[in-house]
Nanobody, 112 residues
Framework: HVQLVESGGALMQPGGSLTLSCTAS????????MAWVRQAPGDQREGVAV???????SYAESVKGRFTISRDNAKNTLYLQLNSLTREDSAMYYC???????WGQGTQVTVS
């Protein structure tokens, strides 16, 4: 079955950088679009970034130029590099498969 395990969340200072990872199993990772979605308490979920199997990417306007999504298909791993963090980036970050069919448990990023 599909499993997604995120890691890398932390308490950060504004302006800092962080890399989130998501290890995937149970499906042919390289064939699937993957995405990062975040949700802060009381807020709606926000799609942050998406990447296709060939590495083409798309970003939310709120993170464009600061965040970078990438993948290593040989390692079945998805990444999100977060730079120039602001308090508004504080949220639970989820690794998600295409169609939002499968979600990881999330990893918490707090900027304070």
């Amino acid at each position: 079955h599909v499993q997604l395990v995120e890691s890398g969340g932390a308490l950060m200072q504004p302006g800092g950088s962080l890399t989130l990872s998501c290890t995937a199993s149970g499906f042919t990772f390289e064939n699937w679009y993957m995405a990062w979605v975040r949700q802060a308490p009381g807020d709606q979920r926000e799609g942050v970034a998406v990447i296709d199997g060939d590495g083409a990417t798309s970003y939310a306007e709120s993170v464009k130029g600061r965040f970078t999504i990438s993948r290593d298909n040989a390692k079945n791993t998805l990444y999100l590099q977060l730079n120039s963090l602001t308090r508004e980036d504080s949220a639970m970050y989820y690794c998600v498969t295409e169609g939002f069919t499968h979600w990881g448990q999330g990893t918490q990023v707090t900027v304070s």
